[in-house]
């Protein structure tokens, strides 16, 4: 998983994200996006009201400091680190993605999204099958994730820089589970063990999400170092 740190008022950053977009085009069954809009350039003004920064934005960035540490565009791949770096220059996104992708995947993700229209109800159920033996504990996170939003952008690439119809993708709206995920496991795990776990949230009254454009993203973390990604999954909620 590519996580991109991003801010709408952010000139280099739309660059940034089109290597991100690059490289989901490469591997489009191996990687997925996510967009966080973390500090200073990610917030509102008065000229530009919208805003992008959900509840799980905010805590990932309190717990990996990228927006309002050290800027951006930034990112993260599996949230590991690549050449001793955690936190990865754009530059360097396609490398880690290459290198991430020699590991054998340790379990299968399986979702089964649902929409109730008539009570706002996004129902997800997901299935983790283990691929090999593990002593880790591991936990599952389910994002809601949206694409083609219409909103502002600075693009220091343009002149002038001001690009008021940008289509933001890959934006983290909101979580199914706690952002850092529930615990999956307790005791180890073997080869063949399967997790069934289903999740839901009502899309809040005031959101202007569109569900058709709405995905489900989850992913198999481990706590204990320090979330690490060891497997992503996606699915469309009504495609």
């Not at 917030?43 to 799980?56: A, E, L, V, W």
């Not at 996170?141 to 949206?146: F, I, K, R």
């Not at 690009?163 to 952002?179: C, G, K, Q, S």
């Amino acid at each position: 998983m590519l996580e991109e740190y991003t801010g709408f008022r952010c000139g280099n950053c739309p660059a940034a994200g089109e290597i991100a977009h690059h490289i989901k085009q490469l591997y489009p069954n191996n990687v997925v996006l996510l967009s966080i809009h973390a500090g200073a350039l990610a917030m509102p003004t008065p000229k530009h009201k919208y805003n992008f920064i959900s509840q799980p934005m905010k805590e990932l960035e309190a717990y990996f400091n990228i927006g309002w540490g050290v800027g951006t565009p930034n990112g993260l791949v599996d949230r590991v680190k690549y050449n001793n770096n955690l936190i990865l220059s754009e530059s360097d996104w396609q490398s880690a993605v290459i290198e991430r992708l020699k590991t054998p995947a340790i379990a299968k993700i399986e979702l089964s999204p649902k929409y109730n229209e008539t009570n706002k109800v996004i129902n997800c159920d997901v299935k983790i099958k283990f691929l090999t033996n593990s002593n880790e504990k591991f936990n599952i996170t389910l994002y809601v994730v949206e694409d083609s939003i219409v909103q502002y952008q600075t693009d220091y690439r343009k002149n002038p820089p001001d690009v008021y119809d940008f289509v933001h993708n890959n934006i983290l709206r909101d979580a199914l589970t706690p952002t850092f995920g529930v615990q999956l496991n307790t005791d180890a795990v073997k080869k063949d063990d399967e997790f069934t776990k289903s999740f839901n949230k009502e899309i809040p009254a005031n959101a202007d999400w569109r569900p058709n454009w709405i995905r489900i993203v989850a992913i198999l973390t481990v706590p204990d170092q320090g979330h690490a990604v060891y497997q992503a999954a996606e699915k469309y909620l009504l495609k």
